[in-house]
């Protein structure tokens, strides 16, 4: 009888947690997804992403399912200067595979006044409306490297910037009290040769009061040596945010080759908003997909004869999903 009980405990704790799980939004980019010139971007070029991918089921429209999500807000694609001489987003055939199309993002020059070059999906609250925040927020997509990017294993010094995901709990350019972001992206421990690995990090941003240095301050911060990014495949990344503080709070990501096993690059337990902030509200914007750098990486890769150029495909947003590994 005592077996029976925990039992029906336990399928009722999973049925809750599969039932408390919401897809929010899937694309693969396919046919009827396309990109258009967005008149209110923050520079000239700047996109939105249209239409409907039949390829998945619902929700699956750029517009009906994000802009009019209560949760989700208003997505573009922003560069914040340059021309498509220098950076570009487009909807391309996956070069390996003709009956699949794929996001891509490509940058040969340092677009953001000459400093660094910058490429990104903004999923961002919308201006003036006070949206409700994700208190766990799971997202998964595919991501392939082209080859000429194992040119950055060559790079001559150590890097940590070279962002492909962001995560803003609060943001500082509307004068929130209480901003934080966690970044994840690519980078090299090492001088001369060195393999690519996953870099994840969090920041609290202080305004200089109380004479705290302007600027941000770092909360936490890895890189995972043990597992390297893959080049010239396709793989997926899945990571989860449990808005938290350093004993609720949580970071999970995975990375899976595409016929390989899932393989955990992190699971951190600490701050996921701002260390001061007494009520934090949820996650209301964050970067889904990104390409930001410094001018040396860029200009490296072009004296090289190369880019910097990231795929993405089969983007998934979810709230209140869990990561299967490691709960």
């Given amino acids: 009888m005592l077996n029976r009980f925990f039992v029906a405990v336990s399928l009722l704790v999973i049925s809750n947690i599969i039932f408390s799980q919401q897809l929010l939004f899937n694309s693969g980019f396919e046919k009827g997804t396309r990109l258009a010139p ?3 971007g923050h520079a000239d070029g700047d996109l939105e ?3 409907k991918d039949l390829s998945v089921s619902e929700p699956n429209d750029w517009i009906a399912d994000i802009d009019e999500n209560p949760l989700l807000g208003d997505i573009e694609l922003q560069y914040q200067g340059g021309d498509s001489t220098m950076r570009f987003a487009k909807i391309i055939d996956d070069p390996g595979n003709e ?3 794929v996001l891509q993002f490509w940058t040969q020059y340092p677009n953001v006044r000459g400093k660094k070059t910058r490429i990104q999906a903004n999923l961002f609250e919308r201006r003036g409306q006070d949206m409700p925040g994700i208190y766990e927020l799971y997202q998964s997509v595919q991501v392939f490297l082209p080859e000429e ?4 294993k060559n790079y001559p010094d150590k890097f940590g910037w070279l962002t492909i995901f962001e995560v803003w709990n609060n943001i500082q350019w509307v ?7 966690i970044t994840i992206g690519i980078g090299k421990a090492t001088k001369g040769y060195g393999s690519l690995h996953f870099v994840m990090g969090a920041e609290d941003y202080e305004y200089g009061n109380a004479g705290k240095k302007r600027g941000y301050h770092q909360v936490w911060h890895q890189m995972n040596k043990e597992i390297e990014v893959p080049v010239g495949e396709w793989f997926t990344i899945e990571y989860y945010v449990k808005e938290g503080d ?3 709070g949580r970071f999970f990501m995975l990375m899976q080759k595409e016929g390989g096993e899932k393989k955990v690059i992190c699971d951190i337990r600490n701050f996921t908003c701002n260390t001061r902030d007494p009520h934090p509200d949820g996650i209301t914007l964050w970067n889904p997909i990104k390409l930001y750098t410094s ?3 860029v200009d490296y890769m072009r004296e090289n ?3 910097l150029e990231i795929w993405w495909d089969d983007l998934e947003i979810w709230k209140d999903k869990i990561p299967e590994i490691n709960n």
């Fill in 38 to 40: 967005i008149s209110h």
């Fill in 49 to 51: 992403i249209l239409g």
């Fill in 99 to 101: 009956s699949n199309r």
């Fill in 149 to 152: 990017m194992n040119l950055l």
């Fill in 175 to 181: 004068d929130d009290p209480y901003p934080f972001r």
């Fill in 246 to 248: 350093g004993e609720t």
């Fill in 295 to 297: 001018k040396n990486l």
């Fill in 305 to 307: 004869n190369a880019a």
